[in-house]
């Protein structure tokens, strides 16, 4: 998921014998001895994987079906990201749930849910079509192969981010409007803050849950002055303490949620969810 080309199978990772691996002797009972994993990315996120295999005998990935898999793997991230949006404005279950806009050919909003109107009148310049949606429909419309998104700063205060996607073959574009995930509203608040960038490094691994020494190992730094970067955070961001930073960062803003996809789609509901972040670890639930 962190590697540079995003794609690998386990007899690359194993110098082309994988038999002496406890995943491997879990394959071949089920039948499968070559295993390949691909992760789906759209941007910076990861919103899930494609895990194909074989069985013994077949022949070995290729290098031109791999390329193949990497051509497509855009493709099918995009499904994977609004096939878990779209579900969670269809079918929201909480206040703030995300909503559904439809915008025509001629930009006016054909369609949206009750929680995709709630959220527009709180944007800037408010109801019917705010600026904020027609740039991120504009962004879809002439950038296809890029993901639209824009955040905004809605009038309550809270953090509002909208994806666009255009139909296929069609000028109507989707908007999926949701609260800002955690992550990328503490993105918006260092820079507003002017964190330097050894200071964000020491809230990322705050934020991590490593102690000072983990950190000073980490930054290879000394103690002393990862508490000296800590104390300037502190004076920038208006808080006395971690607790109080990791609050202010993730759940001041955005209330934690879990649901499990299984279940859902045992139950012939839509998925809800969120990508990967970046590093490769998963986005607090929500």
């Known amino acids: 998921?962190?590697?540079?080309?995003?794609?690998?199978?386990?007899?690359?990772?194993?110098?082309?014998?994988?038999?002496?691996?406890?995943?491997?002797?879990?394959?071949?009972?089920?039948?499968?001895?070559?295993?390949?994993?691909?992760?789906?990315?759209?941007?910076?996120?990861?919103?899930?994987?494609?895990?194909?295999?074989?069985?013994?005998?077949?022949?070995?990935?290729?290098?031109?079906?791999?390329?193949?898999?990497?051509?497509?793997?855009?493709?099918?991230?995009?499904?994977?990201?609004?096939?878990?949006?779209?579900?969670?404005?269809?079918?929201?279950?909480?206040?703030?749930?995300?909503?559904?806009?439809?915008?025509?050919?001629?930009?006016?909003?054909?369609?949206?849910?009750?929680?995709?109107?709630?959220?527009?009148?709180?944007?800037?310049?408010?109801?019917?079509?705010?600026?904020?949606?027609?740039?991120?429909?504009?962004?879809?419309r002439t950038r296809p192969h890029r993901a639209a998104e824009s955040r905004v700063r809605a009038e309550n205060g809270s953090w509002v981010t909208l994806r666009a996607a255009r139909f296929a073959g069609e000028d109507r574009v989707a908007v999926i409007v949701e609260p800002t995930q955690p992550a990328r509203i503490f993105e918006l608040m260092v820079a507003a803050h002017g964190l330097t960038q050894r200071e964000r490094e020491v809230v990322r691994h705050v934020l991590e849950g490593r102690s000072t020494a983990g950190i000073a190992r980490a930054l290879v730094v000394s103690e002393h002055t990862v508490q000296q970067h800590l104390k300037s955070v502190f004076e920038r961001l208006g808080v006395r303490s971690r607790r109080e930073m990791v609050a202010r960062a993730f759940f001041t803003h955005y209330a934690p949620r879990f649901r499990d996809n299984e279940d859902r789609v045992a139950a012939g509901m839509p998925m809800r969810g969120s990508p990967a972040v970046p590093d490769g670890t998963t986005a607090p639930a929500r």
Do not use: C
């Open 1 to 140: 998921m962190r590697s540079d080309r995003g794609i690998s199978t386990l007899h690359e990772l194993t110098d082309g014998d994988p038999t002496g691996t406890k995943r491997w002797q879990e394959n071949i009972k089920l039948g499968g001895d070559q295993e390949l994993i691909m992760r789906l990315r759209v941007g910076s996120d990861t919103w899930g994987a494609l895990g194909l295999y074989r069985e013994p005998g077949s022949p070995m990935f290729s290098e031109a079906e791999k390329g193949f898999l990497l051509a497509a793997s855009v493709h099918l991230a995009q499904g994977a990201r609004r096939a878990l949006l779209f579900g969670e404005a269809s079918d929201p279950d909480w206040p703030d749930a995300p909503g559904l806009a439809v915008v025509s050919a001629k930009g006016e909003i054909d369609s949206l849910t009750d929680a995709a109107s709630r959220w527009l009148a709180l944007l800037p310049g408010g109801p019917p079509v705010p600026a904020a949606l027609r740039a991120v429909v504009h962004q879809a």
